[in-house]
């Protein structure tokens, strides 16, 4: 399915406003604040993927809390990330921008097997 106009727009309108209250170029804020580089593809070799594979999850992770199954806006979430965004004012804080947070397991999976009580063969 093709993204729509609305996902490239807000994560621009955000770059913008990271720019804007960082002091940063545009540039910099759309590569290093959105998923757009990477769900897009954009001068990403699978090499750079493979050495960046958490930042690329969370990126596509964080961002998807702000569309629906069509890559429409909710518009909830993204009038909470757009008024965080308005008030930031160092780099740190850009994460909390984000109503939900990515969150990755620290443990083995083998606790999630044990778990569950599911065991490789």
Same mark, same amino acid.
């Given at each position: 399915?093709?993204?729509s106009?609305?996902y490239?727009?807000?994560?621009l309108r955000?770059a913008?406003?990271?720019a804007e =209250?960082?002091g940063? =170029?545009s540039a910099v804020?759309?590569t @290093?604040?959105?998923? /757009? +580089?990477?769900?897009?593809n954009?001068? &990403?070799? %699978?090499? /750079?993927? *493979? =050495?960046?594979w958490?930042?690329?999850? @969370?990126?596509? &992770?964080i !961002?998807g809390?702000?569309?629906? $199954?069509? !890559?429409r806006?909710?518009?909830e979430?993204?009038?909470?990330? /757009? *008024? &965080?965004?308005g008030?930031? *004012? $160092?780099a740190?804080?850009?994460?909390?921008?984000f109503p939900? +947070?990515?969150? =990755? %397991?620290?443990s083995?999976?083998?606790?999630?097997y044990?778990?569950?009580?599911l065991?490789?063969?």
């Amino acid at each position: 399915m093709p993204y729509s106009p609305e996902y490239f727009d807000l994560q621009l309108r955000f770059a913008g406003l990271v720019a804007e =209250r960082l002091g940063l =170029r545009s540039a910099v804020a759309v590569t @290093d604040y959105t998923a /757009l +580089q990477v769900s897009m593809n954009l001068g &990403a070799t %699978p090499e /750079l993927r *493979s =050495r960046n594979w958490d930042r690329y999850c @969370d990126g596509l &992770a964080i !961002w998807g809390q702000f569309f629906d $199954h069509s !890559w429409r806006v909710r518009e909830e979430p993204a009038k909470i990330l /757009l *008024s &965080a965004a308005g008030e930031l *004012s $160092h780099a740190e804080q850009v994460r909390t921008c984000f109503p939900l +947070q990515a969150y =990755r %397991p620290r443990s083995g999976v083998e606790v999630f097997y044990d778990f569950y009580g599911l065991y490789s063969a």
